[in-house]
């Protein structure tokens, strides 16, 4: 493939990604990353307008675009214990899934017998909808229930007096209300092997993006009955289920013995990271890992206390447990590196 096809390939495959995002000023964005003119990038848009890709609306100063539905199917099904996820996935969904990659089947299986598994198993509900759709630039699957909502449930049987703290433990890992039938890695690893993942239930969105490893969590004004579960990946996708895994798994007996966990998610609102009780909070199940990454984006403040708690005191307490830390900004490294000194 010549190098002029390969940067056609690119820039087409970018305008996709980036068309929800940047409706309005698509043509400007990707004429500055590529270093290409804007007519030559209008030229990449009417193709993907002509082909059905996306659709062109408004006057030419004004114009915005917008991916095209290209396929979509929805199903419904009494929650039973007449069925099962594996038989949904094979009779009901896999059937609808032609021309996608074999890697993506796979992520698509896990995820959804993995998402399916936990309605069946925990909504408390009677309906269970699924949802699949098509565009040129991804695959999504939605999976919903009426049942008693993920965050109530988990908050309700682990004693958890707030939600926030149940979003967190769940980008953990290993949270379960059933451990004698659930490891609860699933809800974990189906983040990671999506492009993006996303649970709404009540007033709250949960979302994790993992190309660029941005975590979201927002209060919504419209409250969702039961729980809906969005995920979402490129047919293009080089993304393994087995390098998802290798990435959290121990080097000699494969568990899942590492975790990536992001700080952000330890605050209320606008509050700053500066206690040792808000450290606690976060350390929490801590000791069930071997590695632990804290991701410090979006955090711009922590506290002596907080990082002493995280760096110093529970290495006393876990000399087996090794934390380390990302994208610490000056600030926060600065903290970090004082409690490490510490005797």
Not at 135 to 155: H, P, Q, R, V
Not at 306 to 321: H, M, Q, S, T, Y
């Amino acid at each position: 493939m010549s190098k002029k096809s390969e940067q056609t390939i690119e820039i087409r495959a970018f305008l996709l990604a980036q068309i929800e995002k940047h409706p309005a000023d698509l043509t400007g964005i990707a004429s500055d990353k590529f270093k290409v003119s804007r007519q030559a990038i209008r030229k990449h848009i009417q193709t993907l307008v002509n082909d059905g890709s996306i659709t062109a609306m408004g006057a030419t100063r004004d114009r915005q675009y917008k991916l095209n539905l290209l396929t979509e199917f929805k199903i419904e099904v009494p929650i039973s214990s007449s069925i099962s996820e594996d038989t949904l996935w094979r009779e009901s969904i896999r059937p609808k899934l032609q021309d996608i990659p074999s890697s993506i089947i796979g992520i698509c299986q896990y995820g959804f017998t993995e998402m399916v598994n936990n309605v069946l198993d925990h909504s408390e509900g009677e309906n269970l909808s699924i949802c699949v759709r098509r565009t040129a630039a991804y695959l999504e699957i939605l999976i919903s229930d009426d049942g008693i909502g993920i965050f109530n449930k988990i908050s309700k049987i682990l004693g958890l007096n707030d939600k926030i703290n149940v979003i967190l433990e769940l980008a953990k890992g290993k949270l379960t209300t059933d451990p004698q039938r659930h490891t609860g890695e699933g809800i974990f690893f189906t983040s990671r092997v999506f492009d993006s993942f996303m649970i709404i239930s009540g007033n709250l969105m949960f979302a994790h993006t993992e190309t660029d490893n941005d975590w979201l969590l927002e209060e919504k004004e419209n409250i969702v009955e039961g729980t809906l579960v969005r995920l979402r990946i490129a047919p293009a996708s080089r993304r393994t289920i087995k390098e998802v895994f290798d990435k959290y798994a121990d080097g000699e007996d494969y568990g899942f013995s590492k975790t990536h966990i992001p700080v952000t998610l330890a605050r209320y609102g606008d509050e700053n990271l500066v206690s040792r009780s808000q450290a606690k909070r976060l350390l929490t199940r801590f000791e069930k890992f071997k590695e632990i990454v804290l991701d410090f984006s979006g955090v711009e403040i922590v506290g002596q206390a907080f990082a002493d708690e995280l760096f110093r005191v529970f290495k006393i307490d876990n000399p087996l447990v090794h934390v380390n830390y990302v994208n610490a900004n000056e600030q926060v490294e600065k903290m970090i590196l004082r409690a490490i000194s510490l005797p």
